[in-house]
């Protein structure tokens, strides 16, 4: 395969292995993900009003998005274990649902999109979590890297 096809996280016979950074650089790198929880009007007026049957959603949801980044590592298997340096999860209650944003930095040999895309799912899987009692039907979507910076690859910038 070309350099840039070969997958990085599979050896020479296939099977799934950690990729050595050692050699790496330390280089300080961000990333930022963003989702939408997708809920009925009624539920986000529940939510607007703090009306919610199990308290403060966004409180949960963006604590827990903050803990997810922190514990990635532990939940993608071939991820590093990273020392963060910084993280927050941002939400917007809109008509249509919950935005979720989530922006982590670190100094380290490897990047941090894999934590920020963790803290937007955690996130909202928390706000689903505490608002099932009203809406079964809330959708999590959207979820994707809209932004990361530092490491040999540079910037990146999507939508």
Same mark, same amino acid.
């Given at each position: 395969?070309?350099?840039?096809?070969?997958?990085?996280?599979?050896?020479?016979?296939?099977?799934?292995?950690?990729?050595?950074? @050692?050699?790496?650089?330390?280089?300080?790198?961000?990333?930022? %993900?963003? &989702?939408?929880?997708?809920? $009925?009007?009624?539920?986000?007026?529940?939510?607007?009003?703090?009306?919610? !049957?199990?308290?403060?959603?966004?409180?949960?949801?963006? /604590?827990?998005? +903050?803990?997810? %980044?922190?514990?990635?590592?532990?939940? +993608? !298997?071939?991820?590093?274990?990273? !020392?963060?340096?910084?993280?927050?999860?941002?939400?917007?209650?809109?008509?249509?649902?919950?935005?979720?944003?989530?922006?982590?930095?670190?100094?380290?040999?490897?990047?941090?999109?894999?934590?920020? /895309?963790?803290?937007?799912?955690? %996130?909202? /899987?928390?706000?689903?979590?505490?608002?099932?009692?009203?809406?079964? &039907?809330?959708?999590?979507?959207?979820?994707?890297?809209?932004?990361?910076?530092?490491?040999? $690859? @540079?910037?990146?910038?999507?939508?």
């Amino acid at each position: 395969m070309p350099p840039r096809a070969r997958l990085t996280h599979v050896d020479a016979k296939g099977a799934a292995r950690m990729v050595d950074v @050692g050699a790496k650089p330390v280089t300080e790198r961000r990333a930022t %993900a963003r &989702g939408m929880l997708r809920l $009925s009007t009624a539920t986000v007026e529940l939510v607007r009003d703090g009306k919610t !049957p199990k308290g403060d959603v966004l409180a949960a949801a963006r /604590l827990a998005g +903050i803990m997810a %980044a922190k514990k990635t590592s532990e939940l +993608i !298997p071939l991820t590093h274990p990273l !020392p963060i340096t910084y993280a927050s999860v941002e939400l917007a209650v809109d008509d249509d649902g919950i935005g979720i944003e989530a922006t982590v930095a670190t100094a380290a040999q490897t990047g941090v999109e894999m934590e920020a /895309l963790t803290a937007v799912t955690v %996130a909202g /899987l928390t706000l689903y979590d505490m608002l099932k009692a009203v809406e079964r &039907g809330a959708r999590l979507t959207d979820v994707r890297l809209v932004e990361k910076t530092g490491g040999k $690859s @540079g910037t990146y910038r999507g939508k």
